[in-house]
């Protein structure tokens, strides 16, 4: 059974970067899926941020495109997130998922447990 | 970019009644819907892809329907372990969530 760990810093300064690795267990990162990364303000709903598939391919959220990069390390199994000039509206739950697809559908269908980052001074 | 409204926003409910909740596609998006439960402190778990499809293990009160711009979320009998936020996301192009709809007493 897939596991999906996040890691990384819970407080990050302002105008400074967030970076965080989600280390996948039981599926290996090269098989023909997708892996996303989502988060969740405290109290509010889902955003999508980005994927990437093993080959390097990536897709990102147009709203935040231009602080965002994703990438993923083969060797270790695991994929990466980078947003940069961070601000308080940043402050939130970043989860991990695996994107699962059916034909043309996708979907999230195993994710982590979440890790919280606070932006703050 | 396609926007996925949800409604209602919140809703309570009893153990055993029928619910539905509704979400709308700013532009046609087939069936590329997913529907997805979230439980306080947990992380969400897929219930419906592809509008209809339910995911192995979820229990078949769930049942998702509708294509085009609207798609709803049916549980036939609500269980107190249901009460929770309830996601729908589209996948046509890009990725988008709904705003969330909360289930409660």
């Known amino acids: 059974q897939v596991q999906l760990q996040e890691s990384g810093p819970g407080l990050v300064k302002p105008s400074g970067t967030l970076s965080l690795t989600c280390a996948v267990s039981g599926d290996s990162i090269t098989s023909n899926l997708w892996w996303s990364w989502v988060r969740q303000p405290p109290g509010r709903g889902l955003e999508w941020i980005a994927d990437?598939?093993?080959?390097?391919?990536?897709n990102y959220n147009p709203s935040l495109k231009s602080r965002v990069t994703i990438s993923v390390d083969k060797s270790k199994n695991h994929f990466s997130l980078k947003l940069t000039s961070v601000t308080a509206a940043d402050t939130a739950m970043y989860y991990c998922?695996?994107?699962?697809?059916?034909?043309?559908?996708?979907?999230?269908?195993?994710w982590g447990q979440g890790t919280l980052v606070t932006v703050s001074s | 970019d396609i926007q996925m409204t949800q409604s209602p926003s919140s809703l309570s409910a009893s153990v055993g009644d029928r619910v539905t909740i509704t979400c709308r596609a700013s532009q046609s998006i087939k069936n590329y819907v997913n529907w997805y439960q979230q439980k306080p402190g947990k992380a969400p778990k897929l219930l419906i892809y592809a509008a209809s499809s339910l995911q192995s293990g979820v229990p078949s009160r769930f049942r998702g329907s509708g294509s085009g711009t609207e798609f709803t979320l049916t549980i036939s009998s609500l269980q107190p372990e249901d009460f929770a936020t309830y996601y729908c996301?589209?996948?046509?192009?890009?990725?988008?969530f709904g705003g969330g709809t909360k289930v409660d007493i």
């Open positions: 990437i598939y093993h080959s390097g391919s990536t």
């Open positions: 998922a695996r994107d699962e697809n059916w034909g043309s559908y996708r979907f999230f269908d195993s």
């Open positions: 996301q589209q996948t046509y192009s890009s990725l988008t």
